[in-house]
């Protein structure tokens, strides 16, 4: 039982290493489920999840901006909603009150 303990701790630590990206500079880290996953400020468009997380906003209140007509930032992917980050960050610079 103890050594079986060790080996799903080794197993786990070896998932959530950080490996090293091709281009300088760049950090890409590895998940528990072996994708990698981007780093947020290097991705074009974010869930709703990552945008809240990113930019400090509610998921409800993201939520109700992408449903605005004429949003500038909402990319829909089939019926999934994302945000286009770049656009988002210029709404929030631009903006006082949200």
């Known amino acids: 039982m103890r050594r079986y303990m060790n080996i799903e701790k080794e197993s786990s ?3 959530n290493t950080v490996l090293q990206g091709e281009t300088e500079g760049t950090r890409i880290h590895q998940g528990s489920d072996d994708r990698e996953t981007v780093p947020i400020p290097q991705k074009l468009a ?3 999840r990552e945008a809240a997380e990113y930019s400090n906003i509610g998921i409800n209140r993201i939520d109700q901006l992408l449903r605005a007509p004429h949003c500038p930032f909402v990319l829909y992917v089939g019926t ?3 945000v286009k980050r770049k656009e988002f960050e210029e709404f929030i610079h631009s903006t006082i009150v949200i």
């Open 46 to 48: 974010l869930t709703i």
């Open 80 to 82: 999934k909603k994302l």
């Open 13 to 15: 630590l070896k998932m």
